[in-house]
């Protein structure tokens, strides 16, 4: 076990340090997150806003459709506007970490940059619904989720652009004595000039190779291989794993391997909750969401169903034993999915008896799940969360007040128990031998 545990830290730490100081990667991953507050408002809302129609259906009272119409505007304008979030905050973020001593990079400058990039790509017209004549307009689909990925790659150009051409010297020169607001705005012109030029040249190029959009091309070439590839249950088992594995070595799993998976996977959740806001209808949703696999029926309590752990250990341990004050100290935050108290206390953190159940366990939790949601037995989620709310509750909300997550989801935290629960044992005998060893030691010494 030493053998192994000694290979993987040599093999797993290079890898993620990498990850985590990669300047790109950090960037994205910030970027969706930042964007998750939205989309929790408004596939909650949108939720609200169904109920609320259901249970009013026909009523003519003023007041109560009043109500409905604005939660049908916040959730919908939450959703909407995503792909702009996406846009905006990926150069941001990339902007604030390319800046030096030297050079003086405006982020929020940089963001609305990438906004007015990312316009002078899409198409200004739009097809008339009755007609079919061409009007001018804006579709859509280029705010909302499915322009979340183009409008990534647009974000983190632009920001990468605007970067080395304002440490360049294709800049407007002044004099010292300018006040620094002035002097950074005029250094600005021609770099922004030339970014918003370069996508705008991109945009006719794409029309002339026989595609509608930058986005359309890029959804061709790039978004849909990576879907078929990288969304089913094998892509889901390897991150998991690898997830683990960085948690297990003291890295956070999430932050590193969210950067990574976050802009082809969010997108596929957020149609699903577009197709239950439209339809109200499960069986509309044809494929499995695979963030919801990995990060709510996979890490019951946190990463690791640790909240399973957290019970087995006040089933099994001593009254006394300093595992059972830890799992105590433990259980409330773990019913939030807040689990650093375990990871870092009992620890897990390079405990090789944990190694196996803390790799393993989330893997055959996101298997049940990935075929009781794929087979029809389980509804799908279909609200996005924070990622706080309470274990169990949050099956219940997610899947639209549904019992059936929540019943797979309290059959998958009875089965990580009694996973757990040897692994417990074992830890458990292993911390009495060796205070038996130390007694031992102390018991013997005579000065």
Same mark, same amino acid.
């Given at each position: ?7 993987? &830290? ?6 993620? +340090? ?66 702009? $979030?996406?846009?905006? /905050? ?28 990312? /316009? ?25 989720? &499915? ?27 002044? *004099? ?15 770099? +922004? ?6 996508? /705008? ?47 297990f070595f003291g890295l956070h799993g999430f932050s590193i391997m969210w950067g990574l998976i976050s802009a082809i996977w969010l997108p596929i ?17 044809? &494929? ?65 008896? +944990? ?8 893997? $055959? ?8 949601? /794929? ?5 799908? +989620? ?8 309470p274990v169990l509750l949050n099956a219940w909300v997610l899947g639209a007040f549904k019992i059936g997550p929540v019943l797979l989801m309290l ?10 629960? *040897? ?9 009495? $031998? ?14």
């Amino acid at each position: 076990m030493n053998k192994l545990l000694d290979f993987l &830290e040599k093999f797993m730490t290079p890898i993620s +340090m990498k990850i985590s100081s990669n300047k790109l990667l950090q960037s994205i991953k910030d970027a969706f997150i930042l964007s998750i507050p939205f989309t929790v408002v408004g596939s909650f809302v949108g939720l609200i806003k169904m109920q609320l129609e259901y249970f009013t259906k026909g009523t003519e009272n003023q007041i109560l459709l009043a109500i409905i119409n604005i939660l049908g505007t916040v959730g919908d304008i939450s959703m909407a506007l995503i792909g702009i $979030i996406i846009v905006m /905050a990926s150069a941001y973020y990339l902007s604030e970490r390319l800046k030096n001593d030297k050079v003086h990079i405006n982020s929020i400058a940089v963001a609305l940059l990438a906004l007015v990039a990312y /316009a002078a790509t899409i198409p200004t017209t739009v097809a008339d619904p009755e007609t079919g004549n061409l009007i001018s307009g804006y579709a859509r689909n280029f705010f909302n989720y &499915e322009g979340m990925f183009t409008g990534l790659i647009v974000g983190l150009t632009t920001a990468y652009l605007y970067s080395k051409l304002i440490k360049s010297k294709i800049t407007i020169k002044l *004099p010292d004595s300018v006040p620094p607001g002035i002097l950074n705005s005029f250094k600005s012109i021609i770099p +922004m000039a030339i970014i918003i030029t370069l996508f /705008a040249v991109v945009k006719e190029l794409v029309i002339l190779a026989g595609y509608g959009s930058l986005q359309e091309l890029i959804s061709t070439i790039i978004v849909a291989p990576l879907t078929n590839v990288g969304t089913g249950l094998p892509a889901i088992i390897i991150v998991i794993i690898f997830m683990q594995l960085l948690w297990f070595f003291g890295l956070h799993g999430f932050s590193i391997m969210w950067g990574l998976i976050s802009a082809i996977w969010l997108p596929i959740f957020m149609r699903h909750i577009e197709i239950f806001a439209k339809t109200q209808d499960f069986s509309a949703i044809t &494929e499995v969401a695979p963030n919801v696999m990995s990060n709510i029926y996979a890490m019951i309590g946190g990463s690791g169903s640790t909240l399973a752990l957290i019970i087995a250990i006040l089933l099994i341990s001593k009254k006394q034993s300093a595992e059972r004050a830890i799992a105590k100290i433990s259980l409330v935050p773990g019913l939030f999915n807040i689990n650093e108290p375990l990871i870092f206390g009992l620890p897990i953190v390079l405990n090789p008896i +944990m190694f196996i159940p803390f790799i393993f366990v989330p893997v $055959i939790n996101a298997v049940i799940a990935y075929f009781a949601t /794929a087979s029809g037995l389980v509804t799908p +989620m279909v609200v996005l969360n924070a990622g706080v709310e309470p274990v169990l509750l949050n099956a219940w909300v997610l899947g639209a007040f549904k019992i059936g997550p929540v019943l797979l989801m309290l059959a998958l935290l009875i089965l990580d128990v009694i996973l757990y629960a *040897p692994f417990v044992k074992l830890l458990q005998n292993q911390n009495k $031998i060796e205070e038996d060893d130390d007694f031992d030691l102390s018991d013997g010494f005579e000065l």
